[in-house]
Every structure is written in C-alpha cells, then in structure tokens.
C-alpha cells in the first residue's frame, strides 16, 4: 500500500511541476508580447510622416 501512495505522490508532483512550467512559459510569453507591442507602437509612431499645422487666417 506504502508503494502505491509513492507512485501516487511521485505522478502528482510530476504533473504539478509540468503545469508550472507550462503557465511560466505562458507568463514570460505574455510578457514578451507586451514589451513587442510597446515596441511595435514606438516605430510606427515614428514612421508616421509630420505635417506642419496649417493656420487659418
């Protein structure tokens, strides 16, 4: 019976450390996503052409 709890405890560690690293992974993703949309949102906005105000009279 002492056996069976082992390899009980042993399968539910070993899920549990994978679903940690499956939602680290996803975390740092998500990071990474946000840090290339800020990026991204910074060049284009650099790459929009300036156009002098035009004042009416």
């Known amino acids: 019976m002492q056996n ?3 390899v009980l405890m042993l399968i539910c ?8 690293g499956v ?4 975390g740092m993703c998500r ?3 946000v840090i290339f ?3 991204a949102l910074q060049v284009a906005e ?3 052409p300036r156009v002098a105000p ?3 009279p």
């Not at 560690?13 to 940690?20: E, G, I, V």
């Not at 939602?23 to 996803?26: F, G, S």
Request: glycine share 4%; aromatic share 12%.
């Open 13 to 20: 560690a070993t899920l549990a450390s994978l679903a940690f």
């Open 37 to 39: 949309r800020i990026h």
């Open 23 to 26: 939602l680290a992974a996803y």
């Open 4 to 6: 069976a709890i082992d």
């Open 54 to 56: 035009v004042s009416q």
């Open 31 to 33: 990071g990474a996503f």
């Open 46 to 48: 650099r790459a929009k």
